[in-house]
């Protein structure tokens, strides 16, 4: 099956610090990905779209300011979370989609766990 | 907005069968997935369905009902490892919405 890769794993940051996450499909080109952010227990919940060679298109409730969103290729989106507080703290996913017929499928990266202190 | 429901918890013996239900409300529907979840991490793809029906793959099942807005996953012969997270999700033609989420506890 496809590969999506995300780095770093963990990443613990103080206060008021940018983070960069990387999303990237490894062995097939996305057209489209996806950043979703998962608190404990809870449901994946969809931040925003990613489009190559296009802006995010975000969800309702989320700052895009805050988090930034490029898309600079077909096999790489970056997710930076801007001036981070602790309320930021979350498990952060990537995925990128394909489509084989009429099944759409999403490949989904190993996730980003952010503690911000 | 959307909405996907789905019964938080479930516990089933193993090597028995067990049903997770998923309802949808969703402005727009092309399919409905179903991932699973272990704790710490990320989902992985069990199934997609575009058409009503029943797909197979091996103990896994899944079914779609456009016309109900209802879905529903079927794990037969459960193992100790089937316990996780479930979600349903589905595809808007743009987007992919998660639902609530089943816990699945397989108990000896």
């Known amino acids: 099956g496809a590969v999506v890769s995300q780095h770093p794993s963990w990443v613990i940051c103080k206060s008021g610090t940018s983070v960069k996450i990387e999303c990237r499909s490894l062995d097939f080109q996305a057209t489209t990905m996806f950043w979703y952010r998962q608190f404990p227990k809870q449901s994946l919940m969809l931040m925003a779209t990613?489009?190559?060679?296009?802006?995010?298109?975000?969800e309702q409730g989320v700052e895009k300011d805050k988090f930034l969103i490029n898309h600079a290729s077909l096999t790489l989106s970056t997710l930076t979370v801007t001036s981070a507080h602790p309320e930021d703290s979350s498990f952060y996913i990537c995925?990128?989609?394909?489509?084989?017929?009429?099944?759409?499928?999403?490949?989904f990266g190993p996730g980003t766990r952010l503690l911000v202190l | 907005g959307q909405s996907l429901e789905q019964p938080s918890e479930v516990t089933a013996v193993e090597g028995a069968i067990v049903q997770i239900n998923c309802t949808y409300q969703t402005s727009g529907f092309y399919g409905l997935s179903w991932y699973q979840q272990h704790d710490g991490g990320a989902p992985t793809f069990l199934s997609y369905n575009a058409l009503d029906g029943l797909e197979e793959t091996g103990r896994f099942s899944s079914f779609l009902s456009r016309s109900d807005s209802y879905g529903y996953l079927l794990l037969q012969e459960l193992q100790m490892k089937d316990s996780a997270s479930y979600f349903c999700a589905v595809f808007t033609g743009n987007q992919f919405y998660f639902g609530t989420g089943t816990s699945l506890t397989v108990i000896p």
């Open positions: 995925s990128a989609s394909t489509i084989q017929g009429l099944q759409e499928t999403q490949y």
């Open positions: 990613s489009n190559e060679g296009s802006k995010a298109t975000y």
